[in-house]
């Protein structure tokens, strides 16, 4: 039977539904009626926008005979061309993906012949460079480690592109602290061959930026979010021959920010997409499902039924980005075997007196107010508990922040006194400071002034300030110090004039930290690294740096990273113990 009814379909805003509305309002009971026939199998919902399916189920609408009495919106015919286009090709790009990513160099070269200006590249950067550029295809996930140079391998991808006529311009989207790099990256390789602009600056300077015919803008994620309409019109006029580049990924990880949204629909517009990140599932698995999809309009994880319990996700994630997903991922140990070790060393700090006494009683009162709670009142209540749990966290650090008239110097204070002198005044050794508190920057800043110290953090905001911070530490032989939050510096900069790293407190997210440790870890490093992790002996901070190394072992194990167990005292003591009692069995 031939159903006959004319509607308009259009996208809703998060692109998971088509929302199908009768041109006359009377139709709509109607309309309901013939796709629940039309479509068995498929929810049809009906509400005040329209009559709706779920996204994933346009292949049965195209496939029903109802669709040539529909008329399409520009959006959603673009989002069903979108499908129909990466699906014809999909199993031959992770094919031949697949192949690069085993083949290395040699199988990289038979993608890449009568290409010139790639010998600067090492071969895991040819190996990217083919596999991002497969005719037909239409993106890839960049995974390599931080300090692998994923930006270099981005640069000349385009420009290979670009020299078959495949691509026109590319729109990247960056955190605020990497988004100057990447002209001074462009410009460092590529010369003055590409016009490369920074959206920025107040509303009409970023329209200006927009509209300045630059072949490649850069910009944040916020702002990608704010100037979404007048991204969008630009990438329409490539017609499919623009490019997005969304360095640093997991910022994107969360379907339910505004960024991820907004980049989600202009990645409609565009003919490849590329996501760019070393850290890419810092958290959970789930964190990788919103990547993969930015570049393959969610076939990778189509159908995929994924838990919300980490545990249980890893495995079904794991299978399908090793099944499906279009990916590559190289270690630094792998492609970068001459950089030098790294190793860790945990400081155990005891806690000053009036320090104890303020940890002791929040630390109380929370367990007090635990036990008086029944389960949905905690849950009810958990943004609450989360707070004073991170509270003891910042006591460990530094009470002044939570605790008003508080004057004692605090433990930590105490540790980097010695440190600082041993390293800075005896050695004659640059260091970085990381801590995740505002107050805990501004005392550790004032109190080891005669270091000039540089400050990286959002205190800071001006891009060239921080740059200039940046630089002073690298070149200047007067500034021994860079205090920095990991939240604002842990990524994208190059910090490697220094050998090590003291974590004086921690971000409770797993990507800052994990993020950071390759400030001073990456390509150009000629000594040995070492990071001092500082913890308030006996406390809750102990837990928190566990389960933080708890999630880097996860996120390696979801990848597959064949990596070695960091060189830690502990682990050293305990090879030592254990070799010990080997001779004691002997006697």
């Given at each position: ?140 996930c960049v995974f390599d480690e931080q300090g692998a140079g994923k930006t270099v391998t981005l640069i000349f991808a385009f420009d290979v592109l670009v020299e078959r006529d495949e691509v026109d311009f590319a729109l990247i989207v960056a955190p605020k602290s990497m988004v100057p790099e990447w002209p001074r990256d462009f ?102 499902i919103q990547q993969f999809n930015i570049v393959d309009f969610g076939i990778t994880f189509d159908g995929v039924n994924i838990p919300d319990d980490r545990a ?276």
């Amino acid at each position: 039977m031939v159903f006959r009814i004319t509607a308009d379909v259009r996208l809703s805003n998060l692109l998971d539904r088509l929302v199908i509305t009768p041109r006359q309002s009377t139709d709509y009971h109607t309309l309901s009626g013939v796709l629940k026939d039309a479509l068995p199998g498929v929810r049809v919902h009906r509400s005040a926008e329209g009559v709706s399916i779920a996204a994933q189920d346009v292949n049965a609408l195209l496939n029903s005979e109802v669709v040539t009495d529909f008329r399409w919106s520009a959006e959603a015919k673009l989002f069903v061309e979108n499908r129909i286009r990466v699906r014809q090709v999909h199993q031959q790009l992770y094919e031949q993906v697949s192949r690069i990513r085993f083949g290395g160099r040699d199988v990289a070269n038979n993608y890449l012949t009568e290409i010139e200006g790639l010998d600067v590249l090492d071969d895991h950067q040819w190996v990217n460079v083919a596999a991002m550029t497969i005719p037909e295809g239409y993106g890839l996930c960049v995974f390599d480690e931080q300090g692998a140079g994923k930006t270099v391998t981005l640069i000349f991808a385009f420009d290979v592109l670009v020299e078959r006529d495949e691509v026109d311009f590319a729109l990247i989207v960056a955190p605020k602290s990497m988004v100057p790099e990447w002209p001074r990256d462009f410009l460092r390789f590529k010369g003055d061959l590409y016009k490369i602009e920074l959206i920025s600056g107040t509303h009409k300077q970023k329209r200006i930026a927009i509209g300045s015919g630059a072949d490649v803008l850069v910009t944040n994620f916020e702002t990608a979010a704010s100037m979404e309409e007048e991204l969008r019109a630009l990438l329409r006029s490539y017609q499919g021959r623009a490019m997005l580049v969304v360095d640093e990924s997991f910022y994107i990880k969360n379907l339910d920010t505004k960024r991820t949204q907004a980049l989600r629909r202009l990645r409609e517009w565009c003919g490849r997409a590329f996501v760019l990140c070393g850290t890419p599932a810092p958290n959970a698995p789930q964190d990788l499902i919103q990547q993969f999809n930015i570049v393959d309009f969610g076939i990778t994880f189509d159908g995929v039924n994924i838990p919300d319990d980490r545990a249980e996700g890893l495995p079904i994630v794991q299978q399908a980005i090793e099944k499906r997903g279009l990916f590559i991922r190289h270690l630094k140990t792998d492609v970068l075997p001459d950089l030098p070790v790294k190793s860790f060393n945990r400081v155990f700090v005891p806690l000053q007196p009036e320090q104890k006494r303020v940890y002791a009683a929040a630390l109380r009162n929370l367990i007090l107010d635990l036990r008086s709670t029944d389960d949905e009142t905690f849950q009810r209540k958990l943004t609450s508990f989360l707070a004073r749990r991170s509270a003891l966290i910042q006591i460990c650090s530094n009470p002044a922040s939570v605790v008003q008239g508080y004057t004692e110097i605090p433990a930590k204070l105490h540790a980097l006194d010695s440190i600082l002198e041993e390293f800075i005044i005896r050695k004659g050794e640059k260091v970085i400071l990381w801590s995740f508190y505002t107050a805990s920057l501004s005392a550790i800043f004032t109190r080891y002034s005669h270091f000039n110290p540089v400050r990286y953090d959002g205190t800071v905001s001006d891009v060239a300030e921080r740059r200039e911070a940046v630089r002073k530490f690298q070149e200047d032989d007067e500034t021994m110090l860079f205090v920095a939050n990991p939240a604002a510096a842990g990524a994208g900069l190059t910090l490697h004039r220094a050998r090590l790293a003291i974590y004086e407190s921690m971000s409770n997210q797993a990507a800052h930290y994990l993020q950071s440790l390759d400030r001073i870890h990456r390509r150009g490093q000629t000594r040995d690294v070492e990071y001092l992790i500082l913890l308030c002996d006996n406390t809750i901070e102990i837990e928190e740096y566990e389960r933080l190394t708890r999630k880097e072992r996860a996120a390696q194990a979801l990848l597959r990273d064949q990596v070695e167990e960091p060189i830690t005292r502990e682990t050293m003591l305990r090879e030592a113990i254990a070799a010990s009692q080997l001779l004691e069995k002997e006697k």
